[in-house]
């Protein structure tokens, strides 16, 4: 396992000196053992610490990086069985199957799907991340012409698949910037897809027949230098899935056993022909572990449920979910409009924006950082109340888009008023309802 805050502690220079974004060593220490901060964040650190330290503080499975610049996709990097221990870290992706014996019309409405099926929930975007490129054609022109048309329409992460070593050559001089995955090295090939790996610095996926085939192959490539796998048991059903999926991950964690300390990569798409049993098996890898999910196809009613799911298991439940402090507009708001404030918890946030935008009345709402915390919380903890509220208004900017002076609070926080009035002179500050459900109606009594 990775080492604990004390022991990274140990090795570091101790100066104290705050150059690393947090004021001492053992902050620092801890934030690097927790994996929130990068050992790069210290200059002062020995290279042979810095050595020592890197591979021992490294996730007992690896993060491996598929793409490149602002929409590179991160798997693996978990050091957890299950969320609730610590917090899941990069959240399974799923893949579009395109196969290069498909018609371009029919890859053209593909990647059309893969661009539009999209869905915000609490802030977030939820999407499909890659596109899998399948060579089926047995034509290295046909596979470097696919990918040269995914490659245009989308900036997707792409996983280049072909069992021929040659076809590969065309396809990657097309994305090789964009650093594809490259499916895969077995028994067969193993040296030629690791050389292929090493010349075009492109991650690996390795696939064995079961998974000791797997362990043993990785192995020989983890020798060879590789250290960017993705890992294929080979399974193709739903018990031998699920039952690898454990043992890899419990392989990795608790017996720190490299070969199988990567993330893995799953094929619903080649476990059935049923659309719906295709989604209930990526249900399963969502849950268990799969760091990428295969899909033959995107269809919103099989992929919003999956994303959802994804969404639910990689919330990290240490960390309220939370939206940026700052000024936001609803129903296109004037000068006149009325100014609410709430905190940066995204459920109040998104219910008050709910209500306000369902009142069809233009307005405000001033979100203040409030480390995430809901209204009453954040009162309560001191992070929502007169002398954070008024700072805020104050530096927010919505004095230069109002010509009024009128502040309306939550209904729960009606303590705060005459503080609030002794820290905002000059401003009148409304007790709003308790709950967001009331806001439309509280509206249609505003006056500016
Ligand atoms: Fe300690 Fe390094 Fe951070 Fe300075 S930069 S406080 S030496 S960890």
Not at 187 to 215: F, H, Q, T, W, Y
Not at 260 to 276: A, H, N, R, W, Y
Not at 288 to 295: D, E, Q, R, W
């Amino acid at each position: 396992m990775a080492l604990s805050g004390i022991e990274i502690y140990k090795k570091l220079p101790k100066k104290n000196c705050g150059k690393c974004g947090v004021p001492t060593c053992l902050a620092f220490a801890m934030n690097l053992a927790a994996g929130k901060a990068e050992l790069s964040a210290c200059p002062l650190v020995s290279d042979e610490v810095r050595k020592e330290l890197a591979e021992a503080a490294a996730p007992p499975i690896a993060t491996v990086t598929i793409g490149s610049g602002d929409t590179a996709f991160n798997t693996g990097g978990e050091t957890v069985f299950f969320r609730h221990e610590k917090t899941f870290v990069n959240p399974t992706g799923f893949a579009l199957l395109i196969r290069d014996t498909e018609d371009d019309k029919e890859i053209d409405s593909k990647i059309a799907a893969f661009n539009k099926l999209q869905f915000e929930r609490v802030g977030l975007l939820l999407k499909a991340n890659l596109i899998a490129i399948k060579e089926e054609s047995g034509n290295a022109e046909r596979f470097a012409s696919v990918t040269g048309r995914v490659n245009e329409k989308t900036r997707a992460p792409i996983i280049l698949m072909s069992d021929k070593i040659p076809a590969f050559d065309g396809a990657i001089s097309i994305c090789k910037e964009n650093k594809p995955l490259l499916y895969a090295a077995c028994r067969d090939n193993l040296e030629d897809m690791a050389a292929l790996s090493k010349k075009n610095s492109c991650p690996l996926a390795v696939r064995g027949e079961n998974i000791g085939e797997l362990a043993e192959l990785a192995g020989r490539l983890v020798e060879s230098g590789i250290k960017n796998l993705v890992l294929d048991s080979g399974a193709r059903t739903l018990r031998q899935l699920l039952e690898d999926q454990v043992a890899i991950r419990r392989a990795a964690l608790l017996k720190k056993f490299r070969p199988l300390g990567f993330p893995t990569i799953i094929f619903p798409c080649q476990m059935t022909d049923s659309t719906v049993d295709e989604a209930a098996i990526a249900a399963v890898g969502v849950a268990k572990y799969a760091g990428i999910i295969v899909l033959s196809q995107l269809r919103g009613e099989t992929l919003f449920p999956l994303l959802l799911e994804r969404m639910n298991i990689y919330t990290d439940p240490q960390r309220p979910m939370a939206v940026k402090e700052g000024i936001y507009e609803v129903n296109k708001p004037d000068e006149n409009s009325p100014v609410l404030v709430t905190t940066n918890f995204a459920l109040t946030y998104f219910m008050v924006s709910g209500d306000v935008e369902s009142s069809r009345i233009p307005a405000w709402i001033l979100v203040q950082d409030a480390e995430g915390l809901s209204v009453l919380t954040a009162w309560a903890a001191d992070k929502f109340v007169a002398q954070t509220i008024a700072p805020f208004v104050k530096k927010s900017g919505i004095m230069d888009r109002i010509r009024h002076r009128k502040l309306i609070i939550p209904g729960y926080t009606a303590q705060i008023l005459g503080e609030l009035e002794e820290e905002l002179p000059g401003w009148e500050i409304i007790i709003g309802p308790r709950e967001s459900s009331n806001i439309p109606t509280f509206l249609k009594m505003w006056k500016a």
